[in-house]
């Protein structure tokens, strides 16, 4: 029974890690950005939250579309006049940037909302679903199921909207993209802005299921990564089965070998999957790879 | 003429600055003030600034007929042991300051004190307890905290007679230095007293999210749950056991329960949790410079407008230490003569009856146990000089 409830608890955290993943996964596929500031860029949207459940008493879940919107117009700003500056070198000097990115982010959280652990606790926190001998609190659930929601909209917007089918071709063929009128920039700009969006919504959510200071930025982009390589890159089927990988496999290692080694094994696991198949479980060729 | 008189001003300014400063000591401590240990380290710190207080007020530390006004020079270590160690080499080399009180942490400790050892500088602190510290043979350090070995030993003696009798115990520990010696202490303790350890697991250091653990702890349904980490993973620990519907008959913690911020954290959640303290407010010893415990609590509440915790008690008793050992020794500059005033130390401060053994590690003090009870810290253990009785078994969560 332990181990039913365990692997309950790994889907409920995959279903963030999902989160997380897909807009990672999203920017590095598309823009061919490895975004090192993204666990950052999820933290500011964890701090929005919490100031405005202090503050305002605004119940957590409604303060989502708040961080959402901040984060993706942050996002946009940034692709637009910082990235783009550099979007055609090589990729080392990207890396460069959103690492020096996640540093200064890191300690203006540091130095503005110091590096004590916040958590934002409504009232109705401690109360769990009871189904025999399972438990499952009702703040993980409400998590996971907008973490799905999301995740699916999102690939509904990149399957269906002309401007998702845009981001899509500019990842496939970028001067075919531009013959058909698509504008590069702009494209990459508002999957920046997609991508950073989503990591805010994931860090307001991360507010209500745990502790958070400004140190663990580094992570989340950690976890981002793991979901990236475990499902291919750029692709949100890929994040969701990456995400949900990624949350049993840390729970369970967490179980039968301990908490301790939990960082350890979600490495190997991603190191495994390099080796053995390195476009990731969804990942084909096409994505990300044909630019270079 | 006027020249003149602005150059006797001048003099006069001049010397009186230098006297001024001839008739200060200065102490050097590396604190957390923020980070992770924040929290603790700035409570140590309110009990180096009160002591400091209480002392200058008397007018000072006394050497032979001359009273010396205490002063402090703090560096923040960001929660940083390795920048800790840089901070307290800083003081030594830089700042020139030989008399250094400890910072809150095991780590802190650890690392800072071989920079005190390597320079010949001296340590008092009240704010580490790993057993550790005291194996490397060093001649300048002294703590006043129970060592972390022994920290759950008094709970699990105390729980072995209430009824019914718990049978088995649940350890889970941060793997840090001292709460790793703290769980094999209370492991050790509980084989000692008859329990049955039937789980003894780790996390890493930091950790937010133990819900696994907790899962597992359900699955062993064991009396009592005893956790040893640090004040955010006891928080992590009693929310998810609530949230896992995870009822022992006790619940207890090495660190946390003594904290004001345990309540204020998890309101009517933190009810008849129990904890370990080194220190209470309620017990009654006699102290060289405030007087008595009692008077210290009542200097620390008009001065901070709160109860003082632990820690803050523990800053406060190594600078009383601290200034007796020096007007014992009757030298400031002394090393050697202040050390040997330290290691023959003898004397009850607001702390306990503290005289420390070769090493430089406190002997024979023990610790008390608290427990939760209507949103108050209260005192339930040794019964001689507890204020109220333990409620147990400990209800189920609502």
């Given amino acids: ?292 | 003429m006027k020249k003149v008189v602005l150059a006797f001003l001048a003099l006069l300014l001049l010397s009186y600055g230098a006297k001024a400063h001839a008739d200060e000591i200065v102490f050097g401590a590396a604190l957390s003030l923020t980070g992770k240990l924040a929290k603790e380290g700035n409570l140590v710190k309110s009990g180096y600034e009160l002591w400091k207080e209480m002392v200058n007020k008397k007018g000072g530390i006394k050497i032979g007929n001359k009273k010396y006004k205490v002063n402090i020079k703090y560096y923040d270590d960001e929660s940083d042991p390795n920048r800790g160690a840089k901070l307290v080499e800083k003081l030594i080399t830089e700042d020139k300051i030989k008399l250094i009180l400890g910072p809150y942490g095991s780590e802190s400790v650890f690392a800072t004190s071989a920079i005190t050892e390597k320079y010949g500088a001296l340590m008092v602190q009240g704010g580490a307890a790993a057993d550790k510290l005291y194996t490397r043979g060093f001649k300048n350090l002294f703590g006043i905290y129970t060592v972390a070995t022994e920290y759950m030993d008094d709970i699990l003696e105390m729980l072995r007679n209430k009824s019914p009798k718990p049978a088995t115990v649940a350890i889970i520990y941060s793997n840090d230095l001292f709460s790793a010696q703290v769980a094999q202490g209370a492991k050790k303790s509980a084989e000692k007293y008859g329990y049955n350890v039937v789980l003894y697991k780790d996390y890493p250091k930091g950790t937010q999210d133990l819900s696994t653990v907790i899962v597992e702890i359900k699955g062993k349904n064991p009396d009592i749950i005893l956790g040893c980490g640090h004040f955010q993973d006891t928080i992590v620990i009693v929310k998810q056991s609530k949230d896992y519907k995870v009822n022992p008959k006790a619940l207890a913690f090495s660190v946390g329960p003594a904290l004001p911020d345990f309540v204020d954290s998890l309101k009517s959640d933190a009810e008849n949790v129990l904890g370990a303290a080194q220190w209470t407010t309620t017990l009654k010893y006699k102290d060289p410079v405030f007087g008595s415990n009692t008077e210290f609590v009542k200097a620390y509440k008009a001065k901070y407008k709160e109860d003082p915790a632990y820690h803050a008690a523990g800053g406060a008793a190594a600078g009383v230490i601290f200034q007796r050992a020096i007007e014992k020794a009757g030298t400031k500059d002394d090393i050697a003569k202040i050390r040997t005033a330290l290691s023959n130390y003898s004397e009850e401060t607001l702390y306990g009856k503290i005289k420390f053994d070769q090493t430089g590690k406190v002997v024979g003090k023990g610790m008390a146990v608290i427990q939760i009870q209507n949103r108050s810290q209260r005192t339930v253990y040794p019964e001689a000089v507890a204020e109220s009785k333990a409620v147990y078994p400990k209800p189920a969560w609502k």
């Avoid at chain 1, 606790?121 to 679903?129: H, I």
């Avoid at chain 1, 750029?234 to 990456?242: D, K, N, P, S, V």
Wanted: net charge positive; proline share 2%; with cysteine.
């Fill in chain 1, 1 to 292: 029974m332990i181990i039913l409830q365990i692997l309950v608890n790994g889907f409920l955290l995959g279903g963030f890690y999902t989160l997380i993943g897909v807009g990672f996964t999203l920017v590095w596929g598309v823009t061919n950005i490895i975004n090192l500031a993204h666990g950052a860029i999820a933290l500011l949207g964890a701090y929005i939250t919490y100031f405005i459940f202090q503050y305002w008493h605004l119940d957590p879940f409604v303060t989502l579309p708040v961080s959402f919107l901040s984060m993706f117009l942050f996002g946009y700003v940034l692709q637009r006049y910082l990235m783009n500056l550099v979007v055609k070198a090589q990729i080392f000097m990207l890396l460069i940037l959103t690492f020096g990115l996640e540093i200064f982010l890191v300690n203006f959280m540091t130095t503005f909302f110091s590096a004590d652990f916040k958590s934002v606790t409504p009232d109705y926190a401690g109360s769990s679903l009871v189904l025999g001998d399972i438990v499952i609190p009702y703040i993980r659930l409400g998590v996971f199921a907008i973490c799905v929601i999301v995740t699916l909209l999102m690939s509904f917007f990149l399957d269906r909207t002309w401007t998702g089918k845009a981001i899509k071709a500019t990842s496939l063929d970028i001067e075919a993209a531009m013959m058909s009128g698509i504008n590069p920039a702009k494209i990459y700009a508002l999957t920046f802005a997609f991508g950073s969006g989503l990591a805010g919504l994931s860090g307001s959510l991360l507010s209500l299921t745990q502790a958070f200071s400004p140190n663990i930025a580094g992570g989340l982009t950690l976890r981002a990564f793991i979901v990236s390589i475990l499902g291919g890159l750029g692709r949100i089927e890929g994040a969701f089965l990456g995400g949900l990988v990624l949350g049993v496999v840390e729970t369970m290692s967490s179980y039968v070998i301990g908490e301790s080694y939990k960082n350890a094994i979600a490495f190997g696991l991603m190191v495994l999957m390099l080796i053995i198949k390195p476009s990731g479980l969804l990942g084909r060729k096409y994505y990300a790879e044909v630019k270079h």
